[in-house]
């Protein structure tokens, strides 16, 4: 056991959240295995401190981006985002079977039966579902691998300018070679899928045993109130009618990572570094507050991009409701 591991990335303050998070949940759900988090030079001290309360090893690795041994392979793609910096999982050889898992996801059951699968064992996308998504897979480290996906990176770059799609490329038999190396969805529930399918979310949404908080508007950018426990600009009934994932996110980061934080910071108000207001009343301000005033056609292609405001206007309390006015 002491050779497999959880493993995940953040790069700056706002994903080290996430993965403070995550951390705690796989803690609170008594994971067996390592926790490793991969930092970028970026992330605060503080932070820093946070994460090794969490994690078994914090580890500083390289922005992949130009200047680094990547650097050949960015420079074919100069787009390329920092999601490249995900590869550096493989080199992590003193395990033999990792699990990665975006900072951007929240455990909500045990999920230690993942280390039962081989390399590489990953759920469909919901966008697009003979392709992977890579915010949860399992994986073998190996130098050899890590050399030959930045091989990948370097000949082809990347269809989706990010790990995704060099991920994809690289094992492109995913699809079609075992079914064992299909994740059920469950291990990798994207909260777009709610609104894609929701019968299907109705019917087996309660099996969910990880949420993915996939898109541009992450937990982190909303308020929480922690006096009335609740998040600002949601309405209350919304969560009575379906698993509330981005209230668990914020009472998992109120009652179990706001504490380890106040350890590092003290009792003043986060001014800095983590937190941006003050933690007794409004635990954070929205970094990208979602659009109020938008006209259908923006709201149209928002969601054609992937980018609904799935907290927001788009919720699951007001699909529901669209989708109820068009039944009766
Ligand atoms: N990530 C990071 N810093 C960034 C962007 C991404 O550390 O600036 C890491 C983090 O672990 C994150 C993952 O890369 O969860 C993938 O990015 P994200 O979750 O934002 O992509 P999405 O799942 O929304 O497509
Ligand atoms: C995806 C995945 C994420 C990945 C990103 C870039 O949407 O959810 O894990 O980092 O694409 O390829
Ligand atoms: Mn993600």
Redesign the pocket.
């Known amino acids: 056991m002491a050779d497999q591991a959880f493993v995940?990335?953040?790069?700056?303050d706002s994903?080290a959240k996430?993965a403070m998070v995550l951390g705690m949940s796989l803690r609170n759900h008594n994971t067996s295995r390592k926790l490793v988090a991969m930092i970028?030079p970026h992330v605060s001290e503080p932070c820093r401190a946070v994460l090794h309360k969490i994690y078994d090893e914090v580890r500083l690795v390289d922005i992949l981006d130009s200047g680094d041994t990547a650097h050949l392979a960015m420079m074919k793609r100069p787009d390329l985002?920092?999601?490249f910096?995900?590869l550096h999982c493989w080199t992590l050889t003193q395990y033999s079977k990792c699990v990665f898992m975006?900072?951007?996801t929240l455990v909500l059951y045990n999920i230690d039966e993942l280390f039962e699968r081989e390399e590489f064992s990953a759920a469909p996308d919901p966008g697009w579902p003979d392709c992977f998504n890579s915010?949860v897979f399992v994986f073998r480290p190996s130098n050899e691998t890590y050399g030959k996906l930045l091989t990948t990176c370097s000949e082809d770059g990347s269809f989706d300018g990010g790990d995704q799609g060099v991920l994809n490329s690289f094992f492109s038999d995913w699809a079609t070679a075992d079914i064992s190396k299909h994740l059920p969805f469950i291990y990798n529930l994207s909260s777009i899928a709610i609104y894609t399918y929701l019968p299907a979310f109705k019917q087996y949404g309660h099996a969910a045993k990880v949420v993915?908080f996939?898109?541009?508007v992450?937990p982190w950018d909303y308020s929480y109130d922690t006096t009335c426990k609740t998040i600002k600009g949601q309405s209350q009934d919304a969560s009575d009618m379906h698993p509330n994932y981005l209230l668990k996110w914020w009472e998992l980061f109120s009652s179990s990572v706001l504490p380890l934080m106040k350890e590092e910071y003290g009792d003043q108000p986060f001014n800095s570094g983590c937190m941006e207001s003050p933690i007794h009343e409004v635990a954070k301000k929205p970094h990208h507050p979602p659009p109020t005033q938008m006209s259908s056609q923006e709201r149209k292609q928002k969601w054609e991009q992937g980018q609904a405001d799935y907290m927001g206007q788009d919720s699951f309390e007001n699909i529901e409701k669209k989708l109820d006015s068009f039944l009766k």
Not at 8 to 12: D, K
């Open positions: 995940t990335l953040a790069t700056t994903y996430g970028g985002g920092v999601t910096t995900k975006d900072a951007d915010g993915h996939l898109g541009k992450k």
